[in-house]
């Protein structure tokens, strides 16, 4: 594990391969770790980098402050690669890193050489959804209601309701060991994310992106997840779908080599 320190925080990232960078950005409570799977595949043709965000593991936060939101975390994500001073890089985020990884080729299209956005989280304005209603979607309710439980100290209490939102029920009970664990060291974000009002995607974001871009996704994902990312891939110019089959949003668990082999065909290609 190094650090760079980034914007008043140090941010710490793990480092594997030699080639062309590619910068990879966890979802919510997550950390580096999450790529571990696809990181020896994917470093035989690339120096991957994959950072921990602000108030990730390995850092202990208490959920107290407003230093958590997408805006904070694509902030430090566009310092980190100007730091990195290695020309423009490739970069791939999953779920909330997703997201984030949208806004930073929104801010900073310079940066960039190539976008993979696997499954990106978030909810659309008007211009995308016609049946737009403003308030929190039925998602965000869900994790407002774990991170409740969570803040009062009810940690896999708070994770089952999180995860059985996102996978449907019983999800929490399936999970093996080391992942529950590695939800555990990052359950108290889920108490700032309640308070970041991240902006919806707009159509205007979408056709603003002028990166490549690689949509991934699993081919079983059900509800707003599978919706934001087919919706955005039809309004990114030039936007690549690839759709894994017999997985879920953690599609690159579930079937790391093929999310290898569609990565990889997408960063060497022209």
């Not at 803040?151 to 896999?156: L, S, T, V």
């Not at 997985?247 to 579930?254: A, L, N, R, S, V």
């Amino acid at each position: 594990m190094q650090t760079l320190h980034v914007n008043g925080y140090d941010m710490a990232y793990l480092e594997v391969g030699e080639g062309p960078p590619l910068v990879c950005v966890h979802g919510s409570l997550c950390d580096f770790r999450i790529w571990s799977a696809v990181l020896g595949q994917l470093s035989k043709k690339h120096r991957v980098i994959a950072v921990s965000l602000r108030h990730f593991f390995p850092d202990r936060w208490d959920g107290v402050g407003d230093t958590y939101s997408i805006a904070q975390h694509a902030a430090d994500v566009i310092a980190f690669i100007e730091q990195l001073d290695t020309g423009p890089v490739d970069l791939m985020g999953h779920s909330r890193g997703g997201h984030i990884a949208f806004r930073v080729a929104q801010r900073r299209p310079d940066l960039l050489r190539k976008l993979i956005l696997a499954e990106p989280g978030g909810e659309f304005d008007a211009t995308l959804d016609p049946a737009f209603k403003p308030g929190p979607s039925p998602l965000a309710a869900r994790i407002a209601a774990a991170a409740e439980v969570i803040a009062k100290g009810d940690i896999d209490g708070g994770l089952q309701i999180f995860m059985d939102a996102l996978e449907g029920p019983g999800a929490w009970k399936r999970l093996p060991a080391t992942p529950k664990q590695l939800l555990r060291d990052n359950a108290t974000t889920l108490i700032g994310q309640t308070r970041d009002k991240r902006p919806p995607f707009s159509k205007a974001d979408a056709e603003a992106i002028e990166t490549p871009t690689l949509f991934i996704g699993g081919a079983n994902t059900k509800g707003a997840l599978a919706q934001v990312l087919h919706t955005l891939a039809a309004h990114v110019k030039g936007a690549r779908t690839e759709m894994i089959p017999g997985t879920t949003h953690p599609m690159f668990e579930q079937a790391p080599q093929k999310y290898c082999e569609i990565v990889l065909d997408f960063l060497t290609g022209a």
